[in-house]
């Protein structure tokens, strides 16, 4: 392999900061009160709402890339994001729109050029996040999946896309290690599962095939103060967990 | 959605007619004697090897930008290509090896700039397909993936990849209508998967699963002229085919 080292070896001086025409967005997503939520930034002086992303630097890769707008456009760090899709077509959204919206906030020459976007989704624990806007925004906050507002750019289809993305990787990836609390109950489990899929779950199907995943291990604590029999609680075993995430669960083993 | 008539809103005259730094590279797969093979060119004037690949226009989609650079390079057509990921480290090989290769193709000021390039793969039907080299290439030539040569760029990195992300739809969509011929044995298919897997597989299970995933049709037909029982035929029902691409065969339906 090449050392980083080599760029020295690129001197072309029409070469600019930034990345011409490739840019990414980052879908983040939640799960609180049984809800799937992603998070959302409101621009400065508007009532307009878009996804945290922005353009790629010559010195950075795409992955870097994504690290670092996600930090510094919602404060959010050490969260593990995904590639799962590149927007490449030609006309993407209504340019004319986005720069009557913006143009107060964002050089108008910036929009003039297509821009290729790469989609990222990352899973989050609700609870731990205190994400916080940037330098063009006004406000960083959760939405319901289920209640998005119309966001500016090809955004609501973007999140489209993540959940569709998110829905494949159920059936080789386990999901859930950073969307629920450390213990869990198997209804819980369930209802996140049902959140992701937008459908109900058969409960005794459903606790059958992810107990056969084998990342579980079931506690000896249990729930207490429900209405009802206090269920028991499970916790993801972290090692198989990763190595699941690492090696999908193959249906053809 | 917009439509492409705003094309005319982009009077940018520093655009060219080539996205700047973004390219992407063809993984095209097929499977003959029991083997997975690629399809690779060989630069004109050389024995070194790549995969089709190219840089996209301004007036089109990446994914029409792959349609079109797998026929100008190969002369394949209507061929269903998927993308599965994105190269975007910053130094992704050695430039100046790159460079002294093939300089005496392309004007070396285009090797000064870093390109992220997007993944594609194909899956074809190997006696269908009559592939042809372009003006850059001598030969285009089927290569077994166990036993590939040292590539130009990243590209054995990317195919790599390309295997795993098949490996991975495995889990969810069916593999085979693109690589078998319409009419083939379960052993055939049972091989067909075992070299995707790169591991051999149980036949009982193999069948038993295979089964369950209901796409498949058996014949009343049999292979004939074998040294043993002469075993069914089997051929994909193109519907439920269909279905499962799209929706995926869902653990958790």
Known sequence: MPEKENLTYLPNPEATEL????????T??????????????????????????????????????????????????????????????????NLSEIKNKLEHLIDPALWYNRAVSIGYYALVEYSKVNPAPDLYTDECQWWEIKDLPALLFDHNKIIEAALKALRRQLNWQPVGINLLPEKFTMPELQRLYEAILNR??????????????????????????????????????????????????????
């Open 19 to 26: 990345l011409p025409q490739l840019t990414l967005d980052c």
């Open 28 to 93: 983040v997503l939640g799960f609180h009160q049984d809800q799937l939520r992603v998070l959302l930034l409101r621009w400065k002086g508007t009532q307009e709402w878009s996804l945290p992303g922005g353009p790629v630097r010559q010195t950075e890769s795409v992955d870097e890339a994504a690290y670092r707008i996600l930090k510094e456009r919602t404060g959010l760090d050490q969260i593990y994001l995904q590639q799962f899709e590149v927007f490449g077509e030609v006309i993407r959204y």
């Open 200 to 253: 109900p779950l058969d409960p005794r199907n459903f606790h059958r095939k992810i107990l056969s995943l084998n990342i579980l291990e079931r506690l000896t604590e249990r729930r207490k103060g429900g209405a009802f029999k206090s269920p028991y609680l499970y916790r993801f075993n972290k090692e198989k967990y990763e190595a699941a995430l690492e090696e999908g669960n193959l249906s053809f083993i």
